[in-house]
């Protein structure tokens, strides 16, 4: 592949500031909400995480790239972010196995990068200024040019783009043989979700995120899986209305990270835009019913309205987040119904909170 590296490249954020670094990947300009992960490993796990779609990620490691890219290590379709910033974006790597560099991983998925930045002096920034829009090029653009360009791009708030992940056609994972009938909802569903479920005896449907719960019960399905996703819950009427209905069921339902908030909104907790979010595989959960805590991945942007949870009667909390406190998961009363805001299949991250699946298949067992 011909080597881009040493083009110059700029990032410019919407408050104004500018950064200059060099070319990675494709050649060409890019626009999303700027966001970053704290983890050291999984880089290609998190750049086909549906849940990253309109977003442009800072990867906080200083090296990124240096074992290379495999067809094993994705999570969907192809990569979801919407552009790279890294500190030292390699193109070397070690792996045996591998069988890309991270430099033609990002020209074959048509992926804009940017090289050579402060990631921790950025992330540093975006923690004290919040999460903003901005935008990369590397294609010889003025400043000014760009900055008119990025003035352009619309707040997340507001944006609805699980459709735009999700599946077009429904499709079986698992054995048909098996009980264990899950109708999973899919808003930009992860694969290795789909296969903890599997591994613990499920046969599981994948439906379009707007599926009616007509459709949803076409498969006889004996509980409902509630996928994570990217973008703003709020818009999402569609999907909590059907989430409405299957609460009607009264059969056991799971929901992860935006399946987590529209079960909030199904029971009228609001959800809000988070400064910047919690992203990467080392946080750390309180879980409320064992006093247990566990090292969680996490992915999201928005969370759920904890006054309104405390009003609720119907709801019980049942996982805190160690850092801020903010809810990271609930359960309903009387219901077989449960959700936590973090990503129990944890790829990339530590299998602490895997248990959550094995509460799912035992809610439908019994």
């Known amino acids: 592949m011909l080597n881009t590296s040493f083009s110059n490249a700029y990032l410019i954020l919407q408050d104004g500031s500018v950064f200059t670094g060099t070319a990675f990947g494709k050649i060409g300009t890019t626009t999303g909400e700027i966001c970053f992960n704290t983890g050291m490993t999984g880089y290609q796990e998190v750049f086909t995480d549906p849940s990253y779609y309109g977003q442009i990620l800072i ?27 890294g500190r030292n974006l390699e193109e070397k790597y070690s792996r045996q196995l591998a069988q890309d560099s991270l430099q033609d991983y990002f020209i074959h998925n048509n992926l804009v990068a940017i090289n050579g930045i402060d990631t921790r002096a950025l992330v540093t920034h975006i923690r004290t200024h919040g999460a903003m829009n901005c935008i990369i090029s590397s294609e010889g653009h003025s400043i000014e040019y760009l900055q008119k360009q990025l003035k352009e791009v619309p707040s997340m708030n507001g944006l609805e783009f699980a459709s735009a992940v999700s599946t077009g056609t429904p499709y079986c994972i698992g054995s048909e043989s098996s009980d264990l009938r899950i109708a999973v909802l899919d808003f930009g569903i992860k694969k290795n979700i789909l296969n903890c479920l599997v591994e613990r005896g499920a046969y599981v449907k994948v439906f379009n995120a707007k599926a009616t719960i007509d459709e949803l ?26 989430v409405k209905q299957i609460l009607a069921a009264n059969k056991p339902l799971f929901g992860i990270c935006l399946g987590h908030q529209l079960l909030a909104l199904a029971n009228d907790i ?7 979010g919690h992203r990467g595989l080392n946080h750390p959960v309180k879980n409320i019913i064992t006093g247990k805590s566990e090292i969680t991945t996490q992915n999201h942007g928005f969370g759920i ?52 699946f094995d509460e799912f298949i035992n809610l439908i067992k019994n």
């Open 305 to 356: 309205n904890a006054n309104a949870v405390a009003a609720n009667a119907d709801i019980e909390i049942t996982h805190v987040n160690l850092n801020d406190n903010s809810i990271e998961g609930i359960r309903i009363k009387n219901k077989p119904v449960f959700s936590v805001q973090y990503h129990p299949e944890s790829t990339p991250g530590p299998h602490d909170s895997r248990y959550l």
């Open 217 to 242: 019960n076409t498969f006889n399905p004996k509980g409902y899986f509630v996928s994570n996703g990217p973008g703003d819950p709020q818009p999402m009427t569609y999907a909590v209305n059907t």
């Open 59 to 85: 990867m906080n490691n200083v090296h990124v790239g240096n074992y290379g890219t495999s067809a094993l290590d994705v999570e969907s379709t192809g990569v979801k972010v919407k552009g790279i910033i």
């Open 270 to 276: 609001p959800t809000f835009k988070m400064s910047h």
